[in-house]
């Protein structure tokens, strides 16, 4: 009995606070008068904290050494100051901006297609956008900043960089994918990695593809996303032979293979970054579910 009391008093309890909040809560008025408007281009996060992957060397003298009280913290991030080993003796002056950047590797480092490592490996280097840094006080050889832009916490030892203004590439409109596009005949990649090492992708992820300027791709340009009907290489296991018969549900009288079948158009997405041998992707659009190792064309 005391145990039904106990849960009847908590029950009222939960609707009173329920209640209480329902009352309290305010009421967002749409106005049809003034809708909402889509973006128009990626936003500002999606710009700058979308990291990079190049083979080329990346100056690394520059080092975010220590912060404000460092003797509690090991992290550091929006609105605390941070000390780089540059100063006035090295040109340094207050107001120089810094973007901040580190290396990354996977720590789990578990293929989720057959080619992935190899991809990654001839790519380059994968590098974290952390953020952005402005000096406030100048020292003969050390300066402190405050961390103006955060996409990540920052950390001793990473890497300062000049700042560099990225280009924010336009949208174009929605309705334009096709989903029947034919193919392009231009280079053709993979979705490599995710930001973070992720392995799926939607629309607004930030996705790492395997072409770069070597093959033509540059800052603005639209890469299509698909995969091959029949191909035992996808991401979710089918059964053998799935692709013309499937006991009980029908068969076709040849066996097709998955290059007799049209492709799978699936997403696009625009280049944000791009390098010698690999591009970043902001996913404008996917139809379903994206993943490392499906394939990418440029438009």
């Known amino acids: 009995m005391r145990a039904i009391a106990t849960a009847m008093s908590f029950a009222t309890l939960m609707l009173a606070l329920g209640a209480s909040a329902q009352n309290n809560a305010q009421v967002q008025v749409v106005n049809a008068s003034h809708p909402v408007f889509e973006a128009t281009s990626p936003d500002y996060s ?3 904290c979308s990291g990079f992957i190049t083979n080329d060397k990346v100056p690394s003298e520059v080092r975010l050494i220590s912060g404000e009280e460092s003797g509690n913290k090991i992290v550091f991030t929006s609105g605390d100051y941070v000390y780089i080993n540059r100063g006035a003796a090295q040109g340094v002056r207050v107001g120089d ?5 580190r290396p990354d590797k996977d720590p789990n ?14 790519m380059g280097t994968q590098y974290v956008d952390a953020g952005q840094v402005q000096i406030t006080t100048v020292h003969p050889n050390v300066s402190t900043g405050m961390i103006k ?17 990225r280009p924010t ?3 174009k409109p929605a309705e334009k994918f096709d989903k029947f596009a034919p193919v392009s005949g231009k280079s053709v990649g993979m979705l490599v990695a ?11 992820s930030t996705v790492y593809v395997n072409l770069g ?3 033509g791709v540059k800052v603005g340009d639209y890469l299509r996303i698909f995969r091959y009907q029949g191909s035992t290489a996808e991401t979710s296991r089918n059964f053998p032979d799935f692709q013309y018969s499937m006991y009980g549900f029908g068969s076709t009288p040849v066996k097709y293979k998955w290059n007799d079948i049209p492709r799978d158009v699936i997403g696009e997405g625009i280049v944000m970054n791009v390098t010698r041998n690999a591009s970043t992707i902001f996913v404008t659009y996917s139809k379903l579910d994206l993943y490392a190792g499906d394939y990418v064309e440029i438009e």
Request: glycine letters at 6%; aromatic letters at 18%; proline letters at 7%.
């Open 46 to 48: 999606a710009v700058y």
């Open 194 to 204: 995710g930001r973070e090492f992720t392995e799926a992708y939607g629309k607004n």
């Open 97 to 101: 901006r810094f973007s901040i950047v």
């Open 109 to 122: 480092n578990v293929p989720w297609f057959k080619w992935q490592e190899k991809l990654l490996k001839a």
């Open 213 to 215: 300027t070597n093959q």
């Open 169 to 171: 590439p336009p949208y």
């Open 149 to 165: 832009f955060s996409c990540d916490y920052l950390q001793r030892g990473d890497i300062v960089l000049p700042m560099a203004e």
